[in-house]
């Protein structure tokens, strides 16, 4: 019999859809071995015909992709599986009442209610198991994959003035860090993300040369990374850092945090930096524009390190999980 799985969605967002690209990419591939299909939730407002809509599916599986963790609570307990990406959110930008009923609602209960937790990195794995006092389940880590469309893409390497990627523009992208560390080197600096007005004034101060996209297509996203020598991560911190990945699977330079997640995500993959050190990051890129034999060393090892990032890597853990669960909510 062929397992029935719905994958749940958060209702859709113009300023991100990370999760989307992830899980539609899995979706596809999941496809080969189950029936999989989409439903995207509305707003909170519809929360009580979301839970009818979902439960009149009678799937074999509810996987909550992300975001909308709350849903694990009215769904049957056996049969959900709740996919938690990161918990920065609640760990960095909320105080008092609001932080106590976010984790009751987003953490806590949600954890309580689903059959499996599923997570993208050890660091999330972790963070959790200190936050949500009392579980004592295990949590299993799936990582990211990145998508089939990124494949290796060799370019001849512009040392004379390299183009640097960098994607996402959040205050823990650490941007500012790294337009002081290339200050008066010759590079072109290409944004992905919107730019606050006081990024825009350090780029200008610094006289860095760059270029700034926002609200890109992915295929559009997939041409920067073809275009660029360099990509740089240097985050203070993810809960998996999916440009890592992304970069290696096309062949390109990273440079990275020696974070966690970031520095286990990479491997030997990449150019290694303090995230807190403006000389780090300098030195990593003058490193990576100037010393071809150590820049080829890191792009050969990056090919090798994100075999186990595949999607058809990736899919094969969920449905193996999928399997198990099925198995066990027959059994019961």
Not at 175 to 204: M, Y
Not at 253 to 277: C, H, K, Q, R
């Amino acid at each position: 019999m062929t397992i029935k799985v719905v994958l749940i969605f958060r209702k859709k967002v113009v300023s991100g859809n990370s999760i989307e690209v992830l899980f539609s990419t899995i979706s596809t591939e999941l496809k080969k071995y189950v029936n999989v299909t989409h439903y995207i939730v509305g707003s909170k407002k519809d929360i009580l015909k979301d839970i009818f809509q979902l439960r009149r599916l009678n799937a074999d599986i509810y996987h909550i992709t992300g975001d909308c963790h709350y849903l694990a609570i009215f769904l049957p307990k056996a049969k959900t599986i709740l996919t938690i990406h990161d918990i920065n959110h609640y760990l960095y930008n909320l105080t008092g009442l609001r932080k106590i009923i976010y984790k009751l609602i987003w953490i806590s209960l949600p954890m309580r209610f689903a059959a499996k937790i599923t997570t993208i990195s050890s660091t999330t794995k972790d963070n959790l198991f200190c936050e949500a006092s009392g579980y004592n389940k295990d949590i299993i880590v799936i990582p990211n994959c990145f998508s089939p469309l990124l494949h290796r893409s060799p370019k001849e390497f512009n040392s004379e003035c390299p183009v640097i990627l960098q994607v996402g523009t959040a205050p823990h992208k650490n941007v500012s860090t790294l337009i002081e560390a290339i200050k008066d080197l010759s590079c072109k600096l290409v944004l992905i993300g919107k730019l606050s007005p006081e990024l825009k004034q350090e780029l200008v101060a610094g006289r860095v040369d760059f270029e700034n996209y926002y609200g890109l297509d992915y295929d559009k996203l997939v041409n920067e990374y073809l275009k660029c020598d360099i990509v740089t991560f240097i985050s203070l911190r993810e809960g998996f850092g999916v440009p890592i990945i992304e970069a290696q699977a096309i062949g390109r330079v990273v440079i990275t945090s020696n974070l966690e997640p970031m520095n286990s995500i990479a491997g030997s993959g990449a150019f290694i930096v303090d995230p807190y050190s403006v000389q780090s990051v300098r030195d990593a890129i003058i490193m990576a524009i100037n010393d071809k034999e150590k820049r080829d060393h890191i792009v050969t090892n990056a090919n090798n390190n994100v075999i186990g990032y595949s999607v058809d890597n990736v899919a094969c853990q969920y449905h193996e999980l999928y399997q198990k669960l099925t198995c066990l909510s027959y059994n019961r």
